[in-house]
């Protein structure tokens, strides 16, 4: 079965850093997806991108953060200049859209960043 | 804009016991509806989705969910719990169409006792 592949799987930066995670979506997939999950609480939703652009963003998702597909396979989040506040899982999704293609959502396994 | 309620934060259940995890959304029209489940430190696995059709559907490890379209309720049931199910259970919704965002439930975590 497909799967979306994250690395790396846990990332620790100092506090200012800049921090790029990085994803390889399902190859046919056309919707990207980040989300964010600080522990213990809800998975919240970042961004979504199609077709080289952000498609929708959250109030979270503020000029720190920026999204980008680099080539034709990767799919990466960069955070400029990492807060405390920053800490959390981050889960990259995929989605082929379309109603009678759609299938699901595929989730990565998501890179843990620790700021300290 | 769609959200999903998840009314139990907690919820303790015996082995061998059967489960029903609660799940409210709200949404203009039919949703996509997901349920994933999180260890600790883990990733999230789907175990099942309704898009249309039979109101059950079945899902992995034995799993299943009713669509209640009037009650907008969309319930996880397993007749016999095991010990690993044990983890974080969590609901979630999105447009017809798969391509927006999903919207995820505050999540129930499942202790299992034996």
């Known amino acids: ?116 | 804009a769609q959200s999903v309620t998840q009314p139990d934060i907690h919820i303790t259940v015996s082995e061998g016991a059967s489960l029903e995890l609660r799940c409210n959304y709200s949404y203009g029209a039919t949703p996509y509806l997901f349920w994933y489940v999180q260890s600790p430190g883990q990733g999230l696995q789907l175990l099942l989705k309704y898009f249309s059709g039979d109101t059950l559907v079945q899902g992995i490890k034995g799993f299943e969910a009713e669509f209640k379209r009037s009650q907008s309720s969309f319930n996880l049931r397993k007749p016999s719990v095991h010990w690993s199910d044990a983890a974080e259970y969590f609901c979630a919704v999105a447009p017809w169409g798969g391509y927006q965002k999903v919207t995820f439930g505050i999540g129930t975590k499942l202790q299992v006792i034996p």
């Open chain 1, 1 to 116: 079965e497909p799967e979306v592949t994250q690395t790396p799987s846990h990332q620790v930066t100092q506090m200012g850093q800049e921090v790029i995670l990085r994803c390889v979506p399902i190859s046919n997939h056309l919707y990207f997806y980040w989300y964010r999950q600080i522990l213990g609480q809800k998975v919240e939703f970042l961004v979504s991108f199609y077709n080289n652009e952000i498609s929708e963003k959250s109030e979270i998702f503020d000029d720190q953060f920026s999204v980008e597909r680099p080539d034709g396979s990767n799919f990466t989040l960069k955070i400029r200049s990492t807060k405390l506040e920053d800490s959390a899982m981050y889960f990259c999704a995929s989605s082929s859209g379309g109603a009678s293609t759609f299938y699901g959502y595929t989730f990565g396994s998501g890179t843990r960043l620790t700021v300290v």
